[in-house]
């Protein structure tokens, strides 16, 4: 099944723990992002990458790191995690970013809820 | 900041007929667009998505894009009470989505 797998999808953790969420797909996509969905704030976008090795900010980048190593795994980490961050966080992949086919269309991961106390 | 604005609702319709979700936005660059719906606790779905100035149906789903006005628009006909969600515009912008804050749905049986 073509899916886009986030781990862990409920968390509660400390401020200043590090922790990662892990993010991986099977469809062989090039873009991956990471998004936080905040109650009337909506989706944000925090960092994508165009494929591998190649990563950005998106608009909320502050507090949060990734990497790209395989085309499949985009895993987002929160060095320092801050209660701030406490939010509902969502990977999301597509094929690529051109044409009109369709191709640009993202998936989303189930979703991780994170708890920073 | 590329803004999306959508009015949050909530939107009320009977069963069977017609809702109407509109969304505008900022940027004349944006040349992708996307309707996904998303339910409670759940992660966003696809609804439709649309490129071109006009009209895209999709079964009960028909998207209106008009560029020059900055404005995409979703039509749900018939109703029914499984289409209660929130319903989400997004555009894509050189490499970055960008999405409103939803409209929430209700389909009163």
């Known amino acids: ?117 | 900041q590329k803004e999306v604005e959508q009015n949050s609702g909530p939107l009320s319709v009977p069963e069977g007929a017609i809702a109407s979700l509109n969304c505008t936005y900022s940027d004349r660059g944006s040349q992708s667009f996307f309707w996904y719906r998303q339910y409670s606790g759940k992660s966003p779905e696809l609804i439709m998505f649309i490129y071109s100035n006009g009209d895209k149906e999709d079964g009960r789903f028909t998207a209106q894009l008009n560029k020059a006005s900055q404005y995409v628009s979703l039509l749900i006909r018939d109703s029914q009470p499984s289409d209660s969600a929130t319903y989400l515009c997004a555009l894509l912008f050189g490499n970055q989505f960008y999405f409103g804050t939803g409209t929430s749905l209700t389909v009163i049986p």
């Not at chain 1, 099977?26 to 990471?34: D, K, L, Q, R, T």
């Not at chain 1, 950005?56 to 507090?63: I, L, S």
């Not at chain 1, 209660?83 to 993202?106: D, I, K, M, R």
């Open chain 1, 1 to 117: 099944e073509a899916q886009v797998t986030q781990n862990p999808r409920y968390l509660i953790t400390v401020t200043g723990k590090k922790l990662t969420v892990t993010c991986s797909q099977n469809m062989n996509h090039e873009y991956m992002s990471w998004y936080r969905q905040d109650p009337g704030l909506g989706l944000r976008q925090i960092y994508y990458s165009m494929n591998v090795e190649v990563t950005d900010k998106g608009d909320v980048p502050e507090g949060y790191k990734v990497s790209r190593k395989e085309k499949r795994n985009f895993p987002l980490i929160l060095e320092s995690p801050s209660p701030n961050q406490t939010s509902l966080y969502f990977c999301a992949s597509s094929l690529w970013l051109g044409g009109s086919s369709g191709a640009n269309v993202l998936t989303f991961g189930a979703g991780s809820r994170l708890t920073v106390l």
